[in-house]
């Protein structure tokens, strides 16, 4: 098995010295956005212990460069849980991300909203979650590292960050907490009614792993979701991973203009 350091100087070989100053990964529909990376883009293939990603609509290569005049390391794609039953699916990446010299990370996915104030179409910035899969990618560490505090996981600092962009922006960014399902189906109308009297405004595949992945390696983390659909029985529209893919886009251009307010902050 492949190792971060191991990893991070194959990469360094093909990308340049120069440290990374922040990772992004790109939830579905949003794989495109690595392509504006000035720099230069690595199949995972190409990585060994990388994930292997199936789910259509994601861009499966790590892109190394600049963006905003930010060094970044943006992943296009994601292994999900449901692809393999592996939790711990994006460790080794982020293992490299932190030994390519970066501090924070933002995630982003596709979500379906549970408030119907937030509709498709929207961004929306967690400032929580729910980890209602019951998994955890720490399961099997052996150390007392595994027993990772997540009170302000998604960091108020990154968060203030993004919400000061947004607004800069002029692009509305509620806040909200995402709850984990593990997919690849979707869920029901009755799941959706209690997710909604446990505190949830969203509900997605991905993400929560990755947060305590990062919070376990000492990475600052924060996530933004775009809304793709109204969860389960909220409208009459039929959800579908083509919908998903269909709609991502409209949250995207917003998703976009954030970050590259962020990171324009952050030169
Ligand atoms: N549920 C779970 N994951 C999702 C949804 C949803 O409604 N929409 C986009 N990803």
């Known amino acids: 098995m492949t190792d971060g350091a191991t990893l991070a100087s194959l990469i360094r070989s093909r990308a340049g010295d120069e440290p990374v100053r922040l990772g992004l990964i790109l939830g579905s529909g949003l794989g495109y956005i690595a392509h504006q990376v000035d720099g230069t883009a690595i199949p995972y293939a190409d990585l060994p212990g990388f994930p292997h990603v199936g789910v259509s609509g994601h861009n499966p290569n790590l892109h190394i460069g600049r963006l905003e005049g930010v060094r970044v390391a943006v992943f296009g794609a994601r292994e999900h849980y449901y692809e393999s039953g592996n939790p711990r699916a994006m460790l080794l990446p982020l293992q490299v991300l932190k030994e390519l010299g970066a501090d924070d990370l933002i995630l982003t996915n596709a979500a ?3 408030r119907s104030d937030i509709p498709p179409g929207n961004v929306m910035l967690l400032s929580d979650h729910i980890n209602y899969s019951g998994l955890n990618p ?4 052996k150390t007392d590292a595994r ?3 997540m009170t302000d996981a998604h960091d108020p600092s990154l968060r203030a960050a993004l919400r000061a962009a947004a607004q800069a922006q002029g692009v509305d960014l509620p806040e909200g907490v995402y709850c984990w399902y ?4 979707f869920e029901t109308p009755a799941e959706i009614r209690m997710l909604k009297l446990l505190g949830g405004d969203a509900v997605g595949m991905s993400t929560v792993p990755e947060v305590i992945l990062a919070r376990f390696l000492g990475l600052k983390v924060a996530a933004i979701s775009t809304i793709t659909n109204m969860a389960a029985g909220m409208s009459d529209e039929k959800i579908s991973h083509e919908h998903t893919k269909a709609m991502a886009p409209l949250g995207a251009a917003k998703l976009e203009r954030i970050l590259r307010e962020f990171l324009r902050n952050r030169r």
Do not use: A, Y
């Not at 720490?138 to 560490?141: D, H, P, S, V």
């Open 112 to 114: 379906g909203s549970l």
């Open 138 to 141: 720490l399961i099997g560490e």
């Open 147 to 149: 027993f990772v505090p």
């Open 182 to 185: 593990s997919g690849p189906s």
